[in-house]
């Protein structure tokens, strides 16, 4: 490394070369020389070649320095100067029709959106470089692009997705042989292990990142990790270990001027002196990185830091300063987007209200907290995945490996065959290729054969793969839909055995409040053991479940009705997923129009035939702007399951005009019930 670093600074000097030449020597020894190690250097030769090409009038080097003094703000933790530098670059990249270009520079600006908070923007620039990445098949940024969409999605807290992305990116990563790539997904990876609480997994996937990170003398990677694996001991109960990995790390990010790292490695530091009783040096802690959070426009830090300010007040029966502390940072793990820190603030807000005496208010705070409690608590299903990801994975390597071993031992025993013969007679030479070529004939028939073997078990393995996958999926909704509710009703349960002699008002809200939850669960669960059993995996229990619903959800609401559901020709088979997914679109559509239109009629209809299904909702009722309208989360779960099904999603609506929404798709894997035919 350090001779290639030695070639690039003599080519960056060397006047005699093309300009091209040089400028490509310094931005690779800005990359691989000093961006992670001393980002100021890096600055100063970036802001060098970015004079020297405008001197040279080269455009397109313009554009890549001011791509190389981004990155080192991003290094340095300022992510709103990185923006605007990358703003700048994207458009003479733009000009000058450099797609790839383009790409790799919206995906940073997603990052710096991420760590600023914007997720929604981020994912969209995410997926649109990624798309443009995919049409020029360029793998390591798609790998890249995978890693960081899966980062979204793990602070969503929908760790599924995020696996399923990050081992993308790792097969990818792999066969690139890209070790800053592979530490990365080593430490995301490592990041669903841990909240699952398996420290001991995610230990040795930070400690193989760490060992990349150092192979590289990235410091800034290094430091990823070692801020990882404090958490982990942290976690396991081992403070001083923890505490020597976060001070190692602090050190690191205060040698490249990384404000974003530093905060970050002050809140894990502020947390465990306040686990080991130093609540003064703990606040003192968390007050700095909250003021460097503040400055950086960095929510998930600054949330981060007073949510750990109102847990040491906490600790000091200081309960008006805990929950002054908590509403300063709830808005702030919100903005964040980060399920578990907006929950772990909801949960502190509970504990600091209940001290004060102000129960009804601690309880609504606590349901809240339960509901974000339930989207994170789902480790088996996570664990289930997990193994189902890489147990596949391993499979398709294993049978690759194995069909590449007996391709090279037949070619080599071709390569001998064929120098024996040339030693035989012509007569022999003929006589022998004839039994060569009958032989191969042969044998490729028997190959073919059981390449065809081994296709379909491979197929009918993913079908089940699949399958166990939606299964998980229902388990999980199981889990979503009746956990929080049952919960809720032990609570209420236990505030209405409280209240029942002074507050008879109070009581009887409650009374009502357990009532309608107690229906909703029932009604959940009835919907949710339907979707999972098997035999009502066709298109007569769909097309029955789906108006049975209907007619219960719409019973009493005094609206005008007209209602059809059909299904035309012999009954099919349908995949539990789209089965499923096409019951919960109805469950939704339906919903939103009793709920939201202020409609006096509505008209329903579900149609299905051996190829296709329709489902339309229409009412009279308000209506909105729909290109104005920012979709929320019901518009944004409608769209996503029409997109997975593969089915197309209309809406035509305006104001005082009423909503008409229609889903038209085609069934995926279907036959009839009895089997297909001999």
């Not at 605007?84 to 994207?90: E, G, H, T, V």
């Not at 990249?93 to 797609?99: N, S």
């Not at 013969?421 to 060569?436: R, Y």
Request: aromatic share 6%; charged share 25%; net charge negative.
């Amino acid at each position: 490394m350090g001779q290639n670093l030695d070639s690039l600074r003599s080519a960056c000097a060397d006047r005699s070369l093309p300009d091209s030449a040089r400028f490509v020597a310094c931005n690779e020894l800005i990359w691989e020389g000093y961006l992670f190690n001393a980002p100021d250097t890096a600055y100063l030769l970036a802001e060098r070649m970015e004079s020297e090409a405008r001197g040279k009038g080269n455009d397109r080097f313009v554009a890549v320095a001011i791509d190389a003094k981004a990155a080192t703000w991003y290094v340095r933790g300022q992510f709103e100067s990185a923006l605007d530098l990358y703003r700048q670059s994207l458009a003479i990249h733009r000009r000058l029709g450099d797609r790839n270009r383009q790409a790799d520079v919206m995906t940073n600006m997603a990052a710096m959106h991420s760590f600023l908070g914007a997720k929604d923007t981020a994912l969209v620039l995410y997926e649109q470089g990624l798309h443009v990445h995919e049409e020029l098949k360029d793998s390591a940024s798609i790998a890249n692009d995978l890693n960081s969409i899966g980062t979204i999605h793990m602070m969503r807290g929908d760790h599924a997705r995020a696996v399923d992305l990050y081992s993308r990116s790792l097969k990818i990563q792999e066969a690139l042989r890209n070790d800053r790539g592979l530490a990365t997904t080593f430490i995301n990876i490592g990041s669903v292990y841990m909240a699952q609480g398996d420290y001991g997994k995610a230990l040795e996937q930070y400690g193989s990142a760490s060992e990349l990170a150092e192979k590289l003398n990235d410091a800034h990677l290094t430091a990823k990790a070692l801020i990882e694996m404090g958490t982990c001991h942290q976690e396991l109960g081992d403070l001083e270990r923890a505490l020597r990995h976060f001070n190692r790390s602090l050190d690191l990010r205060n040698s490249l001027d990384d404000q974003h790292g530093i905060a970050t490695a002050l809140n894990r530091i502020g947390e465990v002196q306040r686990r080991q009783g130093s609540t003064d040096a703990a606040i003192a802690t968390f007050r700095r990185s909250a003021a460097i959070a503040e400055e950086q426009g960095s929510p998930f830090n600054g949330g981060t830091a007073w949510a750990g300010i109102g847990n040491a007040f906490l600790d000091e029966s200081r309960y008006v300063d805990a929950l002054n502390a908590a509403q300063t940072a709830l808005p702030l793990a919100e903005g964040a987007e980060e399920l578990s820190l907006h929950r772990d603030v909801l949960h502190l807000t509970y504990r600091a209200l209940k001290e004060l005496g102000r129960e009804r208010e601690a309880l609504a705070v606590l349901e809240k907290s339960i509901v974000l409690s339930d989207s994170l608590m789902r480790e088996e299903n996570q664990r289930e995945i997990l193994r189902h990801e890489y147990a596949y994975a391993y499979e398709q390597q294993a049978m690759a490996d194995s069909l590449r071993n007996q391709e090279e031992k037949l070619a080599t025993a071709a390569a001998h065959r064929e120098r024996r013969n040339l030693l035989l007679g012509s007569v022999a030479i003929l006589f022998v290729l004839g039994l060569a070529l009958l032989g191969r004939v042969r044998y490729m028939a028997r190959a073919n054969k059981a390449i065809l073997a081994a296709q379909s078990k491979l197929v009918i393995s993913e079908r089940q793969r699949e399958a166990e996958h939606v299964r998980n999926r229902i388990a999980s909704d199981i889990h979503d839909d009746l956990g929080s509710d049952l919960t809720k009703l032990s609570l209420l349960g236990d505030e209405m055995r409280r209240t029942v002699a002074d507050h008879a008002h109070a009581t009887a809200k409650l009374a009502n409040r357990i009532v309608e939850l107690s229906r909703d669960a029932t009604t959940a669960l009835s919907d949710i053991v339907w979707a999972a059993d098997p035999h009502q995996d066709t298109a007569h229990g769909l097309i029955t479940r789906c108006s049975a619903y209907t007619h219960r959800m719409l019973d009493g609401t005094g609206l005008q009705q007209d209602l059809r559901f059909e299904h035309t020709g012999p009954d099919l088979m349908l995949d539990p997923g789209t089965k499923h997914d096409v019951f919960l679109l109805l469950k939704e559509l339906v919903n939103n129009a009793v709920k939201h239109a202020g409609a006096k009629r509505i008209d329903v209809s579900l149609t299905t035939d051996a190829q296709r299904f329709q489902l339309a909702v229409a009412d009279d009722g308000l209506g909105f702007d729909h290109g104005a309208v920012t979709p929320g989360n019901g518009l944004r779960s409608i769209t996503s399951r029409a997109k997975r099904i593969g089915a197309a999603f209309i809406v035509d609506t305006s104001p005082g005009k009423g909503t008409r929404v229609r889903v038209d798709g085609t069934w995926g894997q279907a036959s009839s019930p009895e089997g297909p035919a001999e």
